[in-house]
């Protein structure tokens, strides 16, 4: 099965609303990573976040190892937030990601 | 700023073609990583070099081979393409096993 589950699959919001995304893991953890997916494809890293809480504007990342759970709120969101959420999990010696399926947001106007 | 650089943006070649990816990182970093993403989205790591030495080496058709010249250069090879081999192929680098940077991806069709 699937190692990493995000949810929700897909969101939509209007423009303002607050969003939060869950990402939890079958297996214990070394570190975990958020990204943006661009529609053209490229990934842009929001979160690098072995543990607890870090934010950057209006993006807040929250890991709780020993419960196998990250989740990534955005608050006050804009249009421009629209795309794809992706975590993904570093486990033992391996520094290889894995990834989950993502989080497809659509804020509309 | 894009620190970790692919080429080509697309390729669209026939079953049976060989073809070519390049990643370059300017970062500085000592480990290079290809991740393939499927039509279904799913990211999944194929290779990764450690300072050009192979580290992980996930099951893959033996036709995809990475080649790294430097720690800075990770390219990644096909030999004779199937019609599954159409995907985003993403390159990515970090320090060590810390954050991981990943390059724009090289977009392959398979008619």
């Known amino acids: 099965g699937q190692q990493v589950q995000q949810s929700p699959a897909s969101l939509v919001l209007q423009e303002g609303e607050n969003a939060e995304l869950q990402c939890n893991f079958s297996?214990?953890?070394?570190?975990m990573q958020w990204f943006y997916q661009r529609p053209e494809g490229s990934l842009v890293s929001l979160f690098y976040?072995?543990?607890g809480t870090k934010q950057s504007g209006r993006l807040t990342s929250t890991t709780v190892i020993k419960e196998r759970r990250s989740s990534l709120h955005i608050s006050s969101s804009q249009i421009t937030d629209s795309g794809t959420y992706l975590c993904a999990m570093r486990t033992g010696n391996t520094r290889k990601l894995i990834f989950g399926l993502g989080t497809t947001l659509q804020v509309q106007p | 700023e894009t620190a970790v650089f692919q080429t080509p943006n697309y390729h669209v070649t026939q079953v049976g073609n060989e073809v070519s990816f390049n990643c370059k990182q300017t970062?500085?970093?000592?480990?290079m990583y290809w991740y393939k993403q499927d039509s279904k989205k799913l990211l999944k790591i194929m290779f990764s070099?450690?300072?050009?030495?192979?580290?992980v080496n996930e099951t893959v058709p033996r036709r995809f081979s990475p080649q790294s010249s430097d720690k800075a250069h990770l390219n990644l090879r096909i030999k004779s393409v199937e019609p599954e081999d159409s995907a985003v192929y993403l390159c990515?680098?970090?320090?060590?096993?810390?954050?991981?940077?990943f390059g724009p991806g090289t977009r392959l069709t398979v008619l």
């Open positions: 990515a680098s970090s320090k060590s096993s810390y954050e991981q940077y």
């Open positions: 970062l500085g970093h000592d480990t």
């Open positions: 070099y450690n300072n050009k030495q192979l580290i």
């Open positions: 297996t214990s953890l070394n570190s």
């Open positions: 976040n072995p543990s």
